[in-house]
């Protein structure tokens, strides 16, 4: 396949662009997007398309045009909006993305993710700064809607975070580097206490176990220096019976793992296959739920726009897995491989097209170096 020279000012704009998105300010990548177009239109039309990008991206246009088809039905402007976002991504940034190196194609998807943690991370601590006496479910106030949101989708996000820490920064660095990477982990870490993020926790958890077995040799610099962080950060600035800990261990304890959320992945598996072209609701009476989304991605993406896209996204999901499998001993891929797996596990328990949305632009990409052909250099 015929590989595309990036140009240092082409590339900056292109990682511009792509922390732009993931920033997901319009005043931000509107303008970025018409560089990219400018600097970077040859290698669009130039640039060859790779058999496994023009399967995913047939996958993600079938899903992505059934969302703007409902949107326009259901007079939803968000949606339409979020459907041809998309739509650009797949198509021209996604030919951009395959025709690159793995290693410029990482960099993209860490500068996409960066944008979304650092967004995240912005918002939680702009509300505990300026709202100190809220915490927990539902208290976390975005500063760029004026208003208090769902916070386990902030939450969530800063399991994106862990991963940057551990995946996307060298196992060489040195000590002042572990202890700032683990300063940042444990702030990850405190804003998933406050906002009672029992998902931040479980995946979290996934994360670090899913680090060690990759990495084989355990990085005991790494984590002794972690630990360290930790210990002194509740010797000596924290109260373990601080009100915020309380209501966060008082959440695990009394409801463990038990969640709203089982019974509605059981209704709307039974109801998907009644809905051939959307329209199921969560029924109140079998899952004591009251609100209008099924908190998964596969079921919400049902509930929208019918069987087909769903069905696009199980073919795409076990796609990627396939190349997941064939690459499994390439832990130069763990990166891509990681940020899918925590994308598909928190789609599918977040709500997925009333947020942020991220979830399918960051399986997108991390799919296409899961599944790309290209030999990583060493």
């Known amino acids: 396949m015929k590989r595309i020279a990036v140009a240092r000012i082409d590339w900056i704009i292109l990682l511009l662009t792509f922390l732009a998105l993931g920033l997901g300010q319009k005043f931000l990548y509107l303008p970025l997007i018409v560089l990219s177009i400018l600097f970077n239109y040859k290698k669009f039309f130039n640039g060859s398309l790779s058999r496994n990008y023009l399967i995913v991206t047939s996958f993600f246009l079938i899903i992505l045009i059934s969302l703007v088809v409902a949107g326009i039905y259901s007079d939803s402007g968000d949606r339409v909006v979020y459907g041809v976002r998309g739509l650009f991504v797949v198509v021209y940034l996604g030919v951009i993305f395959q025709s690159v190196s ?186 004591g739920y009251g609100g209008i989304w099924f908190h998964n991605i596969f079921l919400d993406l049902g509930r929208i726009s019918g069987f087909l896209p769903v069905l696009m996204l199980v073919f795409f999901v076990s796609f990627v897995f396939m190349y997941v499998w064939r690459f499994r001993d390439d832990v130069l891929r763990d990166f891509a491989v990681i940020t899918f797996l925590v994308s598909l596990i928190i789609g599918m328990q977040d709500v997925v097209f009333d947020s942020m949305g991220w979830h399918l632009i960051a399986m997108y990409f991390s799919g296409l170096i899961v599944s790309s052909q290209h030999v990583i250099e060493t």
């Open 102 to 287: 793995l290693e410029e194609q990482n960099k993209m998807l860490i500068a996409y993710l960066a944008g979304i943690v650092m967004l995240s991370v912005y918002v939680f601590y702009y509300s505990y700064f300026h709202y100190p006496y809220l915490t927990g479910y539902g208290m976390v106030y975005n500063p760029f809607v004026g208003d208090f949101v769902n916070s386990p989708t902030w939450s969530n996000i800063f399991c994106v975070g862990v991963v940057l820490a551990l995946f996307a920064s060298s196992d060489k660095s040195g000590i002042l580097v572990r202890v700032l990477e683990n300063l940042y982990i444990v702030s990850l870490f405190w804003g998933g206490v406050i906002m009672a993020g029992r998902a931040f926790f479980v995946i979290t958890g996934f994360i670090f176990v899913y680090y060690l077995y990759r990495r084989r040799v355990v990085n005991y610099l790494h984590f002794a220096v972690f630990f360290v962080v930790i210990y002194l950060l509740f010797q000596f600035g924290l109260d373990v019976y601080d009100e915020k800990l309380l209501l966060f261990f008082d959440r695990f304890s009394d409801n463990g793992l038990e969640s709203a959320r089982w019974y509605l992945l059981a209704q709307g598996v039974n109801d998907l296959w009644h809905y051939p072209f959307g329209g199921m609701l969560p029924d109140y009476s079998s899952t």
